[in-house]
């Protein structure tokens, strides 16, 4: 099927930047929306940044301003760029994509998951 593999998360000060990226492989016949959602502990998961496959975005009101979400089609990989981290910002992070995979069918796929911790 799909794997997402999720790299680049880890601990950061408060103000401070950190990229996590996010590559899909397996029976991908066409990536549509890929994005990113967070959960906090004791908190739902909610949505980050998400851009879907003509390059539309939109983002949480939180993070607006200093989050960037950028795709690599070819590679099929996303990308999550947060700068000005703030402690309110950790969270496991996770990405999701929705698939069409070879056989046709339509699927969403998450990660594992990547913990980024924002403390001084």
């Known amino acids: 099927q799909v794997q997402l593999v999720e790299s680049g998360g880890g601990l950061v000060q408060p103000g401070g930047s950190l990229r996590v990226s996010c590559a899909a492989s397996?029976?991908?016949?066409?990536?549509?929306?890929m994005g990113w959602y967070r959960q906090a502990p004791g908190k739902q998961r909610e949505l980050v940044a998400r851009?879907?496959?003509?390059?539309?975005?939109n983002y949480a009101d939180s993070v607006k301003g200093r989050f960037t979400i950028s795709r690599d089609n070819a590679k099929n990989t996303v990308y999550l760029q947060m700068n000005s981290l703030e402690p309110e910002d950790t969270a496991v992070y996770y990405c999701?994509?929705?698939?069409?995979?070879?056989?046709?069918?339509?699927?969403?796929?998450w990660g594992q998951g990547t913990q980024v911790t924002v403390s001084s």
């Open positions: 999701y994509a929705q698939v069409r995979v070879v056989g046709g069918s339509l699927h969403d796929y």
């Open positions: 397996g029976s991908i016949r066409i990536i549509y929306g």
């Open positions: 851009e879907n496959s003509v390059g539309g975005t």
